[in-house]
């Protein structure tokens, strides 16, 4: 599958615990968003990545959350100290960051969170 | 206001009816324009890019009015399978930052 992967799929946990999801990009893309959906909202953009160098975040990204992108490869997003208003599903998408392209971004499954 | 608004839904057409969606926007230094599908507790997929001349992709036909801030989606001779969430994205320069529109939502019945 030469797709975007995310993983878990679904994660459930309790208020005040950490979680951290991992997004593998397709292999070829150097730019990696992150996304937070809600029912019934588009993405909201949280944060992205040209390679392994963090360019863009959106105040949306409180101090709680990090993502982090170490080898310009695979991305992980942390979520620290959950609160019941993280519940969303995060999505990954990728691109390739050639001038002259539309810049189409692929999206993953997704990670469903739920914190109870 | 919202960077970017589309019209409320939910759309609920016959088949073979044609549908519009509306979509406008408030960076006017925005630069690129999409409109993406999203079902069901799916992720969203490009429908297609929005370009100034207008566009067309068999039964869909976009439209961006730069002046007016304003992009259409035209949906022809709908298709049950085209019930699904309709997203209008907004890019700015350099093409990271991006902007959903929190969709239409269209069902299509027999």
């Known amino acids: 599958d030469t797709g975007v992967s995310q993983n878990p799929r679904h994660k459930i946990t309790k208020r005040g615990q950490n979680v951290t999801f991992r997004c593998d990009p397709i292999?070829?893309?150097?730019?990696l968003y992150w996304y937070r959906q809600t029912l019934g909202q588009g993405p909201e953009f949280l944060t992205y990545?040209?390679?392994?160098?963090?360019?863009?975040k959106s105040r949306l990204l409180s101090d709680r959350f990090s993502a982090e992108r170490p080898k310009g490869s695979f991305s992980t997003l942390e979520i620290q100290r959950t609160e019941q208003g993280d519940s969303a599903m995060y999505l990954c998408?990728?691109?390739?960051?050639?001038?002259?392209?539309?810049?189409?971004?692929?999206f993953g499954p997704g990670t469903r969170l739920t914190v109870t | 206001r919202k960077e970017v608004e589309q019209d409320p839904g939910p759309f609920n057409v016959p088949e073979g009816a044609t549908v519009a969606f509306n979509c406008t926007y408030s960076?006017?230094?925005?630069?690129?324009f999409f409109w993406y599908r999203q079902d069901c507790r799916k992720e969203p997929k490009l429908l297609m890019s929005?370009?100034?001349s207008g566009n067309e992709d068999g039964r869909f036909t976009a439209q961006l009015n730069r002046a007016s801030q304003y992009i259409s989606l035209l949906i022809r001779d709908s298709k049950l399978s085209d019930s699904a969430t309709y997203l209008c994205?907004?890019?700015?320069?350099?093409?990271?930052?991006?902007?959903f529109g929190a969709g239409t939502r269209l069902f299509v019945k027999a």
């Open positions: 998408a990728s691109s390739l960051g050639l001038v002259g392209t539309t810049y189409e971004q692929y």
């Open positions: 292999s070829e893309h150097n730019r």
């Open positions: 990545f040209q390679n392994e160098a963090q360019l863009e």
């Open positions: 960076n006017s230094a925005s630069q690129s």
């Open positions: 929005v370009y100034s």
């Open positions: 994205v907004v890019r700015d320069t350099g093409g990271f930052k991006t902007i």
